[in-house]
Nanobody, 122 residues
Framework: QVQLVESGGGLVQAGGSLRLSCAASGRIFSISSMGWFRQAPGKEREFVAGINWSGGSTRYADSVKGRFTISRDNAKNTVYLQMNSLKPEDTAVYYC???????????????WGQGTQVTVSS
């Protein structure tokens, strides 16, 4: 089993920045990809960004391209989401996820964190 713990959420004004962190523990060797998802009130959970653990390939949702950057620190078993130029519509609970697979488009996500709230005020 893989445990994921997110941190870094909070309240920020529109145009501001936040960096989310997700620390992984447990069966680290089983992780091939990690990603970030978000769920706003009344909406379905949506994919935000993903990264391969070894090669570093990334994928982003169109809504965050150019504003968000996903990165990883293999030595710390941690993935980050740097969020710049934040908009009120980015307000959501952000979840970290891990997958045993490398395809960032079709792979199922096996493990989830508890989520961290990001609120962007206008």
């Amino acid at each position: 089993q893989v445990q994921l713990v997110e941190s870094g959420g909070g309240l920020v004004q529109a145009g501001g920045s936040l960096r989310l962190s997700c620390a992984a523990s447990g069966r680290i060797f089983s992780i091939s990809s990690m990603g970030w998802f978000r769920q706003a009130p009344g909406k379905e959970r949506e994919f935000v960004a993903g990264i391969n653990w070894s090669g570093g390939s990334t994928r982003y949702a169109d809504s965050v391209k150019g504003r968000f950057t996903i990165s990883r620190d293999n030595a710390k078993n941690t993935v980050y989401l740097q969020m710049n130029s934040l908009k009120p519509e980015d307000t959501a609970v952000y979840y970290c996820a891990a997958s045993r697979w490398t395809n960032l488009y079709t792979s199922p996500w096996d493990n989830w964190g508890q989520g961290t709230q990001v609120t962007v005020s206008s």
